[in-house]
Every structure is written in structure tokens, then in C-alpha cells.
């Protein structure tokens, strides 16, 4: 399959998913030098090979329509994990829910409450508010003192990369499930997943968490 197929494939999939309301989020993915990055207000459900923009690799576009404006997000998650080949942000409702509330942790938005957010993302921090589009949404990536895969944007949203397009799809699925359950256990008396058990289960599965 080509890059533009799975990068169709994809949209459909977070559609489906129920994570992309709208027109709203967006995708990419690197394919060698190139950056294949969804358009600017493109439905994931609906996309067209004509919906994607190329760029290299400092985002400049090469080829295809205006991209998202969330170019500078993309850059620096892809420069924060090097090994990791897609990125997706969503405005999930979950997710959206959590990131309007007080962060668990300095470290984390979300609290250890199951083992499979360990699993397919860590820890997630909560990034300080930038207007949607503000290249200022990069630079807060790449000054956050915390490794992580993902991260809730203040009062916006969600957004995780993966070592493919497949596998950040299904830790953004486990993001918002994760968010879904903070969301519902909010304010009652939790029982959190134990610290040492959370360094097993994120050392086992190669997920950024910090103590």
C-alpha cells in the first residue's frame, strides 16, 4: 500500500473510531523524505488523494493543497521521537473533556487508572494553551522537559505519534479510552495502579514515564 493509501486509510479509521468530529484533526505520516500531510480543513472520513500535501522535511510544502495548520505540532514530535514515522492529533471529545480539566500530574494529565494507556502511550502531559495554528504549539513540545509519545493541548485536544501509521492510531484509540475512563471516575476515590507495577508495565512495553 502507498503512503497516500495508508494515510487515507488512516482518516477513515479515526472517523470511524469516532475521534475526528467534523472536519476536525489532523494526519501524517514521513515517507522518506517526504512529510504526507492532510489538508487544511479536510474531513478524514472523506479523504482524496488530492487532499494531501507533501513537504519536506522542515516543512516546506513540495507538492498538493495548503497542509494543516497544525505543521509546526508535526515537526516537533517527529524531532522529539526520531524513530517515530506518523503523527495524529483529534479533538476527541474525551480528550478535549480532560484537557479543560487540572492536570494528575506535572508528568501526566492522565492517572495510571488501567494498564493499557501504559501500554500503548505513558505517560501524557498537559501542554500549556496555544491558539490553534500558533507555531508556539511546536516550540511547546520541544521545551517540555518530559519524554512522552503523546500529549493533551490545553483546552484543545490530543496528539501522539507512532513508529507507524498504525500504531499511533491505536494509541490515540487507547488515549481517548483512557481519557473516557478519567473523565467518568472524576472526583471519586480512585484506586490508581500501584507505582512499581506502572514502572513494570511501561519498561516491558518501551513507554515513556517519569516518577
Request: glycine share 10%.
Amino acid at each position: 500500500m502507498s503512503a497516500e493509501a495508508r494515510l487515507i486509510a488512516a482518516g477513515r479509521a479515526l472517523v470511524e473510531a469516532g475521534l475526528s468530529p467534523g472536519s476536525s484533526g489532523n494526519v501524517s505520516l514521513r515517507d522518506g523524505d517526504r512529510i504526507l500531510m492532510t489538508g487544511t480543513g479536510t474531513r478524514l472520513g472523506l479523504l482524496e488523494p488530492t487532499d494531501i500535501a507533501v513537504l519536506d522535511g522542515e516543512g516546506n510544502q513540495l507538492s498538493g493543497p495548503k497542509p494543516s495548520k497544525e505543521v509546526a505540532l508535526h515537526l516537533a514530535l517527529y524531532a522529539k521521537n526520531p524513530d517515530h514515522r506518523a503523527v495524529v492529533h483529534v479533538h476527541s471529545p474525551f480528550a478535549v473533556a480532560v484537557s479543560c480539566l487540572a492536570p494528575w500530574s506535572e508528568h501526566s494529565a492522565i492517572p495510571p487508572l488501567t494498564p493499557y494507556s501504559l501500554m500503548r502511550v505513558g505517560q501524557v502531559p498537559l501542554l500549556p494553551f496555544a491558539a490553534p495554528g500558533d507555531p508556539a504549539m511546536g516550540r511547546l513540545i520541544t521545551d517540555s522537559a518530559f519524554p512522552f509519545r503523546g500529549a493533551l493541548l490545553a483546552n484543545h485536544g490530543a496528539v501522539v505519534s507512532g513508529e507507524d501509521i498504525e500504531r499511533a492510531i491505536d494509541s490515540m484509540v487507547e488515549f481517548e479510552e483512557a481519557c473516557r475512563i478519567t473523565v467518568l471516575t472524576d472526583g471519586a476515590d480512585r484506586r490508581l495502579i500501584a507505582p512499581d507495577q506502572v514502572r513494570a508495565i511501561t519498561g516491558q512495553w518501551g513507554m515513556p514515564w517519569s516518577d
